[in-house]
């Protein structure tokens, strides 16, 4: 077993600056990768760092990753059926900060960014702008934590919680650890995924020394985003106590092979991490065409069902506007 050594992953650095030098301009993301591509003027600019474009084949303009953040000039078509707000999360009044959709749990949008910009994000149109928190907006909403009984389980969500610096997130964690009703912290990340040094000492410290049960639920949508870096730091952070599940989406012609989904619920237990959902596409304006039919969808989960373990086969799932819970479609 290799051993487990943080030391070169000293504060922030390393992951900001890789973030500070992500890709932003489609010409050198053509040039990186020996490609053509086509310019479209998008709201939703491109942005991947680069310990993720390495992780894409030079002169493949059908990688599997590429596809996943490249802007194209479909995404401006309009669709029927497709809208800014799929889930219906914007029109929700509140806390700042707080969406409270699910009994027992409650989801901090703890930040406005992501170090990545997925194309068939359902978050793609969120006024992220206006869900910035102040330090009065953080201490509101742990009151409001505080005071109600019913929330056992918070959800740091975004955008991206781990965008935020070390020292923000040790004091949201130390936060959440003084409420006694709650009992797990849940991350949903996307971050160490595309920068694997995310998971620095000081990340790994919060989980060791957490009150509360600590989860992390990665977005890992095809085995090859599983390289050697990421699958350390997610041993690293299940080495640390964590409980470490993935949700995918299902993507047409990124990830609509039973033998890919299977191939990525192998590396993901290699990789100390169970799959937990594969979602269907929200219906998000720009996203259309990343669908893949639900009668598919329950084809390829069948299909895989027959390969693997049942703890390997995640459950198909899509989010119903409005609904209490996600709709399992197989699981
Ligand atoms: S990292 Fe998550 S929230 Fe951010 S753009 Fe990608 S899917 Fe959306």
Redo the contacts with the bound molecule.
């Keep these: 077993m290799r051993i487990i050594n943080l030391s070169d992953r000293s504060l922030e650095t390393g992951w900001q600056s890789q973030l500070q030098n992500a890709i932003r301009d489609p010409k050198d993301l053509a040039e990186t990768l020996c490609i053509d591509v086509e310019a479209i003027d998008s709201e939703f600019p491109l942005l991947v760092p680069e310990p993720f474009l390495n992780r894409m084949e030079v002169g493949n303009p059908r990688d599997p990753l590429l596809l996943q953040v490249l802007p194209v000039a479909a995404e401006l078509l309009d669709r029927v059926g497709y809208s800014k707000d799929p889930v219906s999360e914007q029109s929700k009044d509140g806390i700042r900060g707080l969406i409270q959709k699910y009994r027992g749990r409650a989801l901090i949008v703890a930040t406005g960014?992501?170090?990545?910009?997925?194309r068939?994000?359902?978050?793609?149109h969120y006024p992220y702008h206006l869900a910035r928190l102040s330090q009065e907006d953080w201490r509101a909403l742990f009151r409001h934590l505080k005071q109600d009984s019913s929330i056992s389980e918070v959800i740091l969500?975004?955008?991206?919680p781990l965008m935020l610096n070390d020292r923000t997130l040790a004091s949201v964690f130390e936060s959440l650890n003084q409420i006694p009703q709650i009992k797990t912290i849940r991350v949903?990340?996307?971050?160490p995924v595309?920068i694997p040094s995310r998971v620095t000492k000081e990340l790994l410290s919060m989980v060791e020394t957490s009150q509360k049960k600590v989860v992390f639920v990665t977005?890992i949508n095809h085995p090859n985003e599983l390289d050697e870096a990421l699958t350390f730091s997610l041993q690293t952070l299940r080495t640390g106590g964590a409980t470490l599940l993935n949700q995918s989406?299902l993507l047409r012609e990124v990830n609509d092979q039973a033998d890919t989904l299977a191939e990525l619920s192998r590396k993901l237990f290699a990789a100390s991490v169970l799959p937990y959902y594969l979602h269907l596409l929200d219906p998000v304006q720009g996203a259309g065409h990343f669908n893949v039919e639900e009668l598919r969808g329950k084809a390829l989960i069948n299909k895989i069902s027959s390969e693997l373990p049942g703890y390997l086969v995640p459950k198909l799932a899509r989010e119903v506007a409005g609904a209490p819970a996600k709709k399992v479609l197989i699981g």
């Design positions: 960014t992501c170090a990545v910009n997925c068939y994000c359902f978050r793609r969500s975004g955008g991206d949903h990340t996307r971050l595309v977005h989406v």
